[in-house]
């Protein structure tokens, strides 16, 4: 099994920026690619941003493409999402997930089988 934890949601003015990281532990030598989900009141679950395995390969959804970056540091087993220029429509609630079997970079959440209990995220404008 692998546990993931996120931290670093809050509340901020609509420009701001805000990092979130998710800890991993556990069997994390069994995971495989990791990334970051949001899930906005009365929406459906939508993938933001994912990283391959190394970390090497990315992809971000295009709403976020350009003011979010993903990154993972493999030794502190531990992924980040740097958020800049929040919109109010980035408020949700952001989930990190990570698969055990799957190596690519999709943002199908149907990929991905540990998910954290999320951070919430409020943008205000």
């Known amino acids: 099994q692998v546990q993931l934890v996120e931290s670093g949601g809050g509340s901020v003015q609509a420009g701001g920026s805000l990092r979130l990281s998710c800890a991993a532990s556990g069997y994390t030598d069994r995971t495989y690619s990791m990334g970051w989900f949001r899930q906005a009141q009365g929406k459906e679950r939508e993938g933001v941003a994912i990283t391959d395995t190394a970390g090497g390969r990315s992809s971000y959804a295009g709403s976020v493409k350009g003011r979010f970056t993903i990154s993972r540091d493999i030794g502190k087993n531990t992924l980040y999402l740097q958020m800049n220029t929040l919109k109010p429509e980035d408020t949700a609630m952001y989930y990190c997930?990570?698969?055990?079997?799957?190596?690519?970079?999709?943002?199908?959440?149907?990929?991905?089988?540990?998910w954290g209990q999320g951070t919430q995220v409020t943008v205000s404008s």
């Open positions: 997930a990570a698969s055990s079997g799957y190596g690519g970079t999709s943002l199908s959440p149907n990929m991905y089988n540990y």
